[in-house]
């Protein structure tokens, strides 16, 4: 934060770094990092990718039970597309403490729901190493 005196003197000019950040479609003002705030939130959930988790968990759990035959029937239940589905449903193969950081709201945002939507190693470790996990914070 810098303040100056406008050119006549009369004035206080104020100037506050902001960062814009895109979020669910909205753009949210953040203040600077290390610049405590009330406006700052430490844990932000990212709701797309929280019902994509759920509904993942559900699904497979629907296919495990019996209650769909199949992707393909499925799908149809939820009148969805399968492929879509089937994207969805690499969620349930997430490593343990990625998918708690992201209940927590403590993935970093360059972690969204497109990123976990494309293909990503089965293995925990190896997504460990895919997406950089390094003491308890995702990077990338």
């Keep these: 934060m810098h303040t100056e005196l406008s050119p006549d003197g009369r004035n206080i000019i104020i100037r506050i770094p902001l960062h814009l950040k895109r979020q669910g479609g909205r753009k949210k003002v953040l203040p600077p990092q290390g610049i405590d705030s009330i406006f700052a939130e430490p844990h932000v959930q990212d709701e797309a990718l929280l019902k994509a988790l759920g509904r993942?968990?559900?699904?497979?759990?629907?296919?495990?039970n019996g209650k769909a035959a199949s992707i393909k029937a499925l799908a149809a239940k939820e009148d969805m597309d399968p492929s879509y589905i089937m994207r969805?449903?690499?969620?349930t193969l997430l490593a343990p403490d990625i998918v708690k950081q992201i209940l927590d709201g403590r993935k970093p945002e360059n972690i969204t729901l497109e990123r976990f939507r494309k293909s990503f190693?089965?293995?925990w470790k190896k997504q460990h190493v895919y997406f950089l996990i390094s003491k308890g914070n995702i990077y990338l």
């Excluded at 993942?56 to 495990?64: G, I, K």
């Excluded at 969805?88 to 969620?91: G, W, Y």
């Design 56 to 64: 993942a968990h559900r699904w497979l759990n629907m296919l495990e």
């Design 121 to 123: 190693p089965q293995a």
């Design 88 to 91: 969805t449903l690499r969620l």
